[in-house]
Structure formats: structure tokens, C-alpha cells
């Protein structure tokens, strides 16, 4: 493999897991712990912030030589807007309608959470490098948000309403109360110990492997 | 040679055990007083409690040290005060479910005994309150003369406790020598008013509480009563009720001194029971549940580091000003 192709693997998969935006930088909690109560505002959620991240951080990476450099977060963020706005209107007009009613309050908020990538945009020197680090930068972060939510959507909906994806599971057992905030903050925090555990185990694996060697 | 240890920092003859036995030893009379009045089920709930906390704590052991544990039996006390904060029609999975909280996320999740930064039990009944409201501030008519049915208890008459005819500003029928004599209703270990002050002596005797967090809490809470009542009642009448009923004089006791939360450092402690007085009257006037001494509890908790570092630092800097002036 390229060392270049390598560098943008091992990128994207420290921005996916490893450094992930939720978990380990605590970013973007908002809109999980408030509208990760079923998969498929999740999912539709997913959806809007990897179109607006991806997009708006390619789109930047292009123009970010040619702005000033005290303009630049100003402009990334109207970027961002404008984005996010377009998949708003997507969303309401051709997707669904009520997805969207669950989501307006919500989607303003995935302006500022784009900001996790601005500074990869802004770091590496030359315009190839810039595009491609952007790129993976902005896949990872952005999976990387989407796989905590759903993972947090569809559990909270297992929880309170016994179905996932709408669809009944055949369990009577409810927890309506996991509809709370404060049980999604706990449900992260879990999962980013679990994260960190797993973390902690495959260094000390990598380590006992060095050793042998 | 100085040894580095984790908290609860105590003397050399005391152990977390030492000082869990003496709670438990108080929850026993508070226990059998609810039992004098409401038959065995206050007595099940306590133990639906602590079941349920050694259950969370072995298997938490299972999955941190790969078998089950139990380092001591302060999580018998987290369940004990959980169960004890209960209303007596309460049913057994409430204590059970706010026990495993406290324990599985709570304490274990921190390090265990010594580490929670926030006091289990309190998180616990916070948990309860926030997810069963209408199932812990429903309290039996304690003029009633038969035990409380142990599962079916829909037909059960209840009554109003006199925090929840405070909150809506109305009259309260309960005297001082109600008060006194526990005749209210309220959660199983709050009534006995008496027997909670003869525990907090037992305890400053034991050196398992500290006087310094309990007297200033009270003093402020009944200044914060006399001065404010939440209804058109005499001073004296609104700093009684306040203070006898809820988990007001409870927390203070048991929930407050807990040697892992509250600061260590003398005048971190009365502080610490000032902020806790305030929080509590405030909540009391204007939160959501006619009991809301947990959540002040949680609310002080955090400060306690803070409280600690920022009076030791105080104190420091006012005895070099000194020894600089008696220089002089």
C-alpha cells in the first residue's frame, strides 16, 4: 500500500474510532441526547451531517488558500449553513415530512458541530494533502458521530417503545423514562468507557506482542 | 514515611466497615418505628434495597476482577438508605432498581467505595424520583390501624404529606407533638423525627458524622423557614414543619456526612452545610418534587472538592498574615 493511501487509512479510522467526536472529544451531544430516541431520526439525522460535513469541508479545503485567514471560520460556518440547509429542504420536500418536524429544532445545531473538522481543513500546507486529509478527516468525523447516534437511537428505542425502526420487537418489557436526557448522557458515558477499555486492551495487546517479538 | 491512600480518609481504628455497621445500626430502629406503624412492608422494601445493591456490587466485582466481590458493606448501607428514603407503598422493584443504579453506575463505574465523586444513595433516589414520581410521594394514612398489604396496595387509603400541603400553599393539620411522634405521613425512615436526632448523636459519638456539616445545615434551614414559609403560617409553625418532615433532618444525617463526598477540612464542612441548607430551601420552594434533599445532596457534592481546596488555601493565608503582624 501507498504511504499516502496508508496515511489517509490510518486518518480516517483515528478520526471513525480512536479519537471519536462523541466520544472521546465530547462533541455533538446535543442533538443525540435529544433527538437519538428512535433510528430513524438517526439515521435521517446521520444523513444530514455527513452530506453538510463532507461537503462543507471539501468545499473549504478548495477556497480556504483564497479567504483571509480571520475570515475563515466566519465563511466555513456560512458554508456549513447553507448546506444544511439545502438538506433540510431535501428532507422536508422529498423524504419525509415528519422526520423533519422531529429534526428542525435540531438541525442549526450540526452547523457549529461541523467546526470538529475545521481544523484539519485549515492545518496541512499544500492543496493536494489539504483535500485528501480533509477527506478522510471529514468521513471519519462524520461516521464516526453517525454510528454513536444510531447506536444510541436504536437502543433508546428498544427501550422506550419495544421496536426498531418502527418495527415491534415482541417484547412487552418498556422504559419510557429512557426518553430522558439524563439517560442518554449515561448511555454515552458507558459507551465511551467501553471505547476506552477496548482502547486500553488492544494497546496492551500490541505491547505483549512487541515483547514476544 | 507519608502513604498514599484513597478516600473515605479516616483514623487508624476506623474502617469503611466500622462506620457502615453504625449507619446500618441506625437504619434499624427507623426501620421498626415505620414497621410499628405500617406492618412488615417498610422492613421489605429496606431489604428489596439492599438485595439488590449486594446483587449489582458481585456482579460489578464479576466484571471488573473476574469474580465476585464485596470490599466492605458500604453498598449495604447505599441500599439500606435507599429502601429507608422509600414511601412505605412503594413498590419492591423501585428500592431494587434505584439500588442497582447507585452501584452499577453511581459508585462501581468511579472505582468503587471511596472514589463516587457523587453520593450513591442520593443519586439513587434521584433516579427514582425523576423516573417514578407518582410511585415515591405517595404516602398511607398512618391512622390507619391494619398493616399495609405486602403487593396489592391500590385500595390502600393514603394522605397528603404535610411537604406536599406546604408546596400547595395551604394549611397543615400537623402539630408539634405529630410531628414528634412520627404520627405523618412521609417515607419509611423520615418519620421518626426523634429517633433520627438520637442516630446523629450516636453517630457524632462514634465519630462516624461530623457535627460541623448537620448544625449549620439546620440552623440555615430553619432561618431559611422562619424567613420565607411557603404558606400563611406562623414562623415557628413553618420551621417545624420544615424540619421535621421530607427528608430534610434524614439527608443532613445520613446523606451529607458521608466521609467520601464532604470535605474533609473543618471549614470546608460548615460551608458545605450552608450550600446544602440553601439548595435545599430553594429546592423545597420552587422544584418539581415535594423532596428534593438528593438533589441538593448531588448538587453540593460537587462543590466539595472546590470547598476543600479553596478554605484550606483561605485559612493558610490568614495564619501567614497573622504570624507576619504578631513579627511585626
Known amino acids: 500500500m501507498k504511504p499516502s493511501a496508508r496515511h489517509f487509512l490510518s486518518t480516517l479510522w483515528n478520526a471513525f474510532l480512536p479519537n471519536n467526536v462523541v466520544l472521546i472529544q465530547a462533541l455533538g451531544l446535543c442533538p443525540i441526547l435529544a433527538v437519538g430516541i428512535n433510528l430513524r431520526y438517526g439515521v435521517a439525522l446521520s444523513v444530514c451531517t455527513i452530506v453538510t460535513l463532507v461537503l462543507s469541508d471539501l468545499l473549504f479545503a478548495l477556497l480556504a488558500k483564497r479567504i483571509a485567514t480571520r475570515l475563515q471560520p466566519l465563511v466555513y460556518v456560512l458554508l456549513s449553513s447553507i448546506l444544511l440547509f439545502g438538506s433540510a429542504v431535501v428532507l422536508r420536500l422529498f423524504i419525509s415530512a415528519e422526520i423533519y418536524a422531529h429534526l428542525y429544532l435540531f438541525l442549526p445545531l450540526m452547523v457549529v458541530n461541523t467546526l470538529y473538522t475545521y481544523r484539519s481543513v485549515i492545518a496541512p500546507t499544500t492543496a493536494r494533502e489539504r483535500l485528501s486529509m480533509t477527506l478522510a478527516d471529514s468521513l471519519g468525523s462524520a461516521f464516526g458521530f453517525s454510528l454513536v447516534l444510531c447506536i444510541a437511537s436504536a437502543l433508546r428505542e428498544m427501550a422506550i417503545y419495544g421496536t426498531l425502526w418502527d418495527l415491534p420487537l415482541g417484547y412487552e418489557a418498556r422504559f419510557p423514562e429512557a426518553e430522558h436526557p439524563f439517560i442518554g448522557f449515561i448511555l454515552l458515558g458507558f459507551m465511551a468507557a467501553a471505547l476506552q477499555w477496548s482502547k486500553q486492551l488492544l494497546r496492551r495487546k500490541s505491547s505483549e506482542e512487541v515483547g514476544m517479538l | ?328
Open chain 2, 1 to 328: 514515611m507519608l502513604k498514599a491512600a484513597t478516600a473515605p480518609h479516616l483514623r487508624a481504628a476506623q474502617r469503611p466497615t466500622y462506620q457502615s455497621y453504625g449507619m446500618l445500626l441506625c437504619l434499624v430502629p427507623l426501620t421498626a418505628f415505620s414497621c410499628l406503624h405500617y406492618g412488615i412492608r417498610p422492613l421489605l422494601l429496606v431489604l428489596s434495597g439492599i438485595l439488590s445493591a449486594l446483587v449489582t456490587e458481585c456482579i460489578c466485582g464479576l466484571f471488573r476482577h473476574g469474580r465476585p466481590t464485596m470490599s466492605d458493606a458500604t453498598c449495604t448501607v447505599t441500599g439500606g438508605l435507599i429502601g429507608a428514603m422509600m414511601s412505605p407503598l412503594a413498590p419492591f422493584w423501585v428500592p431494587a432498581i434505584g439500588s442497582a443504579f447507585a452501584i452499577g453506575v453511581v459508585k462501581m463505574p468511579f472505582g468503587g467505595t471511596g472514589r463516587n465523586i457523587f453520593n450513591p444513595a442520593a443519586a439513587g433516589m434521584a433516579f427514582c424520583a425523576v423516573c417514578f414520581p407518582t410511585r415515591l410521594f405517595m404516602y398511607p394514612d398512618p391512622t390507619l390501624t391494619d398493616s399495609l398489604p405486602l403487593l396489592d396496595t391500590s385500595a390502600v387509603i393514603t394522605a397528603a404529606s404535610p411537604t406536599a400541603q406546604l408546596n400547595s400553599g395551604g394549611t397543615t393539620s400537623y402539630g408539634w407533638l405529630s410531628l414528634l411522634s412520627g404520627d405523618f405521613p412521609g417515607p419509611i425512615g423520615s418519620t421518626g423525627v426523634l429517633i433520627l436526632l438520637a442516630c446523629a448523636l450516636y453517630l457524632f459519638a462514634r465519630r462516624s458524622s461530623s457535627p460541623l456539616i448537620l448544625v449549620p445545615y439546620l440552623i440555615v434551614c430553619a432561618i431559611g423557614a422562619a424567613l420565607f414559609p411557603r404558606a400563611s403560617i406562623t414562623a415557628v409553625t413553618s420551621v417545624s414543619l420544615e424540619l421535621c418532615t421530607g427528608l430534610l433532618l434524614f439527608s443532613g444525617v445520613f446523606l451529607l456526612s458521608d466521609p467520601v463526598t464532604a470535605p474533609r477540612f473543618w471549614l470546608a464542612r460548615i460551608l458545605y452545610g450552608v450550600i446544602a441548607a440553601i439548595l435545599t430551601m430553594i429546592l423545597r420552594h420552587y422544584g418539581r418534587f415535594e423532596c428534593g434533599e438528593f438533589f441538593a445532596v448531588m448538587l453540593v457534592n460537587s462543590f466539595s472538592p472546590l470547598l476543600d481546596r479553596s478554605c484550606w488555601h483561605l485559612t493558610a493565608l490568614l495564619r501567614r498574615k497573622r504570624e507576619e503582624v504578631a513579627q511585626i
